[in-house]
Structures are given as C-alpha cells and as structure tokens.
C-alpha cells in the first residue's frame, strides 16, 4: 500500500544558545533569545508485492525543511538511527534541510513455524535487506549528489505471541555506512 504524511508546526521558542546569564535579585536568570520558524516534514511510503509469494519491495522517501533563515542546530532535523539510515548514528546526520531515501526488499523465511517455547508462541519469520541514501544540512545549497551519503544493511524479524494473545515482534538489524565523514561537534571532530 501506500502511506503519506505531511507535517507542519510553527514553532515559538525560547532558547538561550550561549549559555548566557545575568545575575538579578542575586539570582542567575539564563537570557533567552526568540527562535520562532516554520518547520515541515513530509514521509512517502510505498510497497508493492513481488513474486514470490510474500515478497515485497517498499520505498520509503522522507523531505524536511526549516523555512527562513537558519536556526540554532539544537532544532536540527535527524537522518540517522534506527528510524532512519541505519549505517550512521542518530547524531551523525543532522541539519535545517533534510532529503533521504530508502529501498527494502523483505521476504519470508518460515512463514509458520509454529514453535512454542514457554508462554511464547513463535510464528514468522522475515529477512529483509535495504540501501539508504541522504544527508541532513544546515543549508538547502549544500546538497549535492556526490555528497549524499549512503549504507546498506539487513534485518531479520520474528513475529510471535506471548502467552497466545499478545503480539511479540523482534528484530535485529545490522547496517554499515559507506560514507567516511567529520562533523564537529563543540569544536571536536568527529569522524563516521
């Protein structure tokens, strides 16, 4: 099927960046500064089955943009992580513009097993394997082709029920950058 989704806040924020503060009444008040801004994220999902039976191919698109001029990087939108690309930490790829992408072919190992093990039922089993590809900006003039970054990995989940009724899904995933990059990060480099 097919899911859609379209986000949109207008945030008023009041944020003191500098860690800057002002002794009054022999108290330390923080001074805060207004970051007030439009914010959008759009997700696409689509899948389609492919032959053979319980095979399916699913395309995930995800755009979000910070409107105006650029704001302070503790609002920053996330590429990476497990919601994301998964070959890069959450932290890893993050900015005011967002663009990724990701292509998943999933298919059943067994699909029932019918094992019990205690209280727990197991019934399926999925693999799965996918390619990322995005990056996350402060600057919508940043993105270049030959800049987005890119990984691959895998995923197995199992569907059971615990104690016959209630659903039960594990997965594991293993996913691997292909991109070498730094970020600084509170005037350290980081290297990913």
Do not use: C
């Amino acid at each position: 099927g097919v899911r859609f989704t379209l986000q949109y806040n207008y945030e008023f924020n009041n944020y003191n960046p500098d860690g800057d503060f002002e002794i009054r009444s022999g108290l330390l008040v923080p001074l805060y500064k207004d970051f007030n801004f439009h914010r959008f994220d759009a997700n696409f999902m689509g899948a389609v089955p492919l032959p053979p039976s319980g095979h399916t191919l699913t395309l995930r698109l995800r755009g979000a943009t910070i409107l105006g001029e650029e704001v302070d990087d503790f609002f920053n939108f996330y590429a990476g992580g497990v919601t994301g690309m998964q070959g890069y930490t959450y932290y890893a790829l993050g900015g005011n513009e967002l663009a990724a992408a990701q292509l998943t072919w999933r298919l059943p190992l067994f699909s029932s097993m019918d094992l019990r093990l205690g209280h727990i039922l197991f019934d399926k089993l999925y693999a799965g394997v996918f390619f990322d590809v995005g990056d996350a900006v402060m600057d919508p003039a940043q993105f270049t082709v030959r800049g987005m970054k890119k990984d691959i990995g895998f995923e197995l989940r199992l569907e059971s029920f615990s104690f016959s009724m209630y659903p039960t899904r594990v997965f594991f995933t293993g996913a691997y950058g292909l991109d070498e990059f730094t970020r600084t990060f509170q005037f350290d480099p980081v290297t990913y």
